[in-house]
């Protein structure tokens, strides 16, 4: 069965396709399609959730509780999200977007079906990951003189902190939650954690003053692939005033920075071994 082609990269929140594959799970259903609109949560690395939505087939409607990636090895075995236990591209192994259902659903291979994503909350998850991405890079630029050796760079040319410190990141409709470890291989590093601690409130105002010149520039933003399959890579675009960043990431995003109002971020340091940032967004109007 060839790997799930996807949509969702160029927005697509509507597909009329057909079924590949519909297999039991959890008491209801994982339904797999040849093509979908759907993103599913990376169980690798879930920052941003899975979409929600519904498939009609045959008159009947189901809801699409979640969207993960699964798995099918040679002798058609299927492993589902976390379950998996190969990484993307093992040999014997093909990669699929898998729709959760909660209920038993008896649609064959080659069923017409419609799969309909919720736009609204897709459009706050797009909002939240590109703030994300936009947040990070503020946050590196805001760091950079803390460090006292090279940890490398990040896409507009700033220490990247974010890829030396990042714990975790959690993508909500319009924000999002990044954690970041400030122990001792960060000290190792070349990190200055004690001057940031000092400077906390200053950081976090250098951060949100490039925020919202980035905002204000109203970028275009966008999604190259490499190929139509969930098994391949992508990778994010943004054009700011300092130059064009681009991350490898397999989530949305929107198409400009004219999808804003604002981006805010809060800086807190209640545990002096833990950076929390939490971004916050206001939509335009338009």
Same mark, same amino acid.
């Not at 008491?27 to 690798?44: E, K, M, N, R, Y």
């Not at 189901?62 to 979640?66: C, D, E, G």
């Not at 379950?83 to 259902?101: F, N, Q, S, T």
């Not at 006292?148 to 490398?152: C, I, L, S, W, Y």
């Given at each position: ?7 969702f990269?160029s927005? =697509?929140?509507?597909?009329?396709t057909?079924?590949?594959?519909v297999?039991?799970?959890a ?10 609109? !759907?993103? *599913?949560?990376? +169980?690798?690395?879930?920052?941003q959730?899975?979409?929600t939505?519904t ?6 409607t ?5 969207t993960v990636?699964v ?7 299927? =492993?589902v999200?976390e ?5 993307? $591209? ?12 909660a209920e038993?659903?008896?649609w064959?291979a $080659?069923t017409?079906?419609?799969?309909t ?9 797009s909002?939240?990951?590109?703030a994300?991405?936009l947040?990070?890079? =503020? ?8 460090w ?5 760079i990040?896409?507009?040319g700033? *220490?990247?902190f974010? =890829?030396r ?6 993508i909500h ?7 970041y ?7 190792k590093?070349? !990190?200055r ?17 490039l ?6 520039s109203s ?5 190259e692939v490499e190929?139509d ?5 992508r ?5 700011l005033?300092?130059g064009?960043? +681009?991350?490898?990431?397999g989530?949305?995003h929107?198409?400009?920075l ?9 800086l807190?340091?209640s545990? *002096?071994?833990l950076?929390?940032?939490t971004?916050t967004?206001?939509?335009s109007?338009?």
């Open positions: 069965m060839q790997p799930t082609t996807v949509t990269p927005g =697509a929140l509507s597909e009329e057909t079924v590949a594959d297999r039991p799970h008491g209801g259903s994982v339904v797999i399609l040849q093509q979908t609109p !759907f993103h *599913p949560v990376d +169980h690798t690395w879930p920052d959730p899975g979409d939505g498939l009609t087939a045959d008159g009947t189901v809801r699409v509780a979640n990636m798995a099918i090895d040679d002798a058609g075995v299927l =492993a999200g379950e998996i236990p190969v990484k993307r $591209g093992a040999d014997g192994w093909d990669w699929h977007v898998g729709h959760l259902v038993p659903v008896t064959g $080659g017409t079906v419609q799969a994503v919720d736009g609204t909350l897709r459009a706050g998850l909002r939240g990951h590109t994300c991405h947040a990070s890079l =503020a946050l590196d630029a805001a760091l950079a003189e803390l006292h050796k090279d940890p490398g990040d896409p507009l700033s *220490p990247n974010e =890829a410190a990042g714990a975790s990141s959690q409709p319009d924000g999002s939650v990044d954690t470890r400030l122990g001792k291989s960060l000290r590093a070349g !990190f954690p004690d001057d940031l601690a000092a400077s906390l409130a200053q950081r976090e105002a250098q951060i949100n003053d925020l919202a010149a980035w905002v204000a970028g275009r933003s966008w999604i190929g399959t969930i098994a391949d890579r990778t994010w675009h943004c054009a005033p300092a064009e960043a +681009h991350f490898l990431c989530g949305t929107v198409d400009g004219d999808a804003f109002a604002s981006i805010t971020v809060a807190d340091l545990d *002096p071994q950076l929390v940032m971004t967004v206001v939509p109007d338009d």
